[in-house]
């Protein structure tokens, strides 16, 4: 079971989107070479074009950063809610299109397409299509593929489902969720930029993670504070006493997500932990230290 509801978009908006996006960033030669691609993987007459446009698309159109205004963003989220393309660059923009263009209706054939693509790509190939997840139509019938990318050894391909990406906490299953979430930690990947990081908190998950800071701790290595935001709510006294063994001798990072856990954990004794460090509570009760900001 998921969280979230599944989102289900079609092909042709978010290849209209795509293109409004690009059309200002391409030169009149990389606006007229993409186009042709896409004619001819539309039509389906050349099925390895998709493989040759998708390799060649940095060379064609660029490499620099898409950088969309507000009203883009905007633009986006409205055709696909959660859609975030931070970080994305024109070329993986025109990737994702060109994958798009290759969805003539039928979504099994389109998932074949993109399984040959993706079985060949190289790691900026990977990213660009995997970035692309919340764009394409059938969600469940790519589900195979961004569990594949969540299993990767390579930290860009694993963060280019994981971050940013709200593809994870509505098609993930509830240990789906729990591996990726674990596996950022455990390749010193940010959690803060999962979407729906709150939201999927559970049980299972502060259950493994408490695990996980009990054998880092043991062995002496540092944990990421970030941790404590998915064991907060499920928190008990022994983990109580050990975040106010952090809120004492702790980083300055280290004790702001102390701070911050133990303002989130419904134990009455965090209430009294988090006391004593009164200028700490204060920073975090007031909203000027949150998740998204300690190191």
Not at 60 to 83: N, S, W
Not at 131 to 157: D, K, T
Request: hydrophobic content about 45%; some cysteine; overall charge negative.
């Amino acid at each position: 079971m998921t969280a979230f509801p599944s989102q289900t978009i079609e092909a042709e908006k978010a290849m209209q989107l795509l293109n409004a996006w690009l059309a200002p960033r391409l030169t009149s030669d990389a606006a007229a070479w993409l186009a042709s691609q896409l004619a001819i993987i539309a039509s389906g007459e050349k099925p390895m074009q998709l493989a040759i446009a998708v390799g060649l698309a940095p060379r064609k159109v660029g490499k620099t950063d898409l950088d969309l205004t507000t009203d883009e963003a905007e633009a986006g989220r409205t055709v696909r809610e959660g859609l975030d393309a931070t970080g994305w660059s024109v070329d993986q923009a025109a990737r994702i299109l060109l994958a798009l263009a290759s969805h003539r209706g039928d979504d099994e054939q389109f998932v074949v397409s993109l399984d040959r693509v993706l079985a060949a790509a190289e790691i900026g190939e990977q990213i660009a299509l995997l970035r692309g997840l919340p764009l394409y139509p059938a969600p469940q019938r790519i589900l195979h593929r961004a569990a594949e990318g969540v299993r990767s050894a390579m930290q860009p391909i694993f963060e280019a489902v994981a971050h940013r990406n709200p593809y994870p906490r509505e098609q993930f299953s509830e240990a789906q969720w729990n591996q990726m979430v674990v596996k950022a930690l455990f390749i010193e990947s940010r959690l803060c930029p999962i979407q729906g990081l709150d939201a999927r908190r559970n049980p299972d998950l502060a259950r493994m993670l408490i695990d996980y800071a009990a054998e880092r701790r043991a062995a002496g290595r540092a944990i990421s504070p970030e941790l404590w935001r998915c064991v907060a709510p499920f928190a008990g006294e022994a983990e109580v006493a050990t975040l106010g063994d952090i809120l004492r001798a702790g980083t300055d990072a280290e004790r702001k997500g102390a701070a911050l856990a133990l303002n989130d954990c419904p134990v009455p004794s965090a209430r009294a932990a988090l006391a004593t460090a009164p200028e700490l509570a204060e920073t975090v009760q007031s909203g000027r230290v949150f998740w998204d900001n300690i190191a």
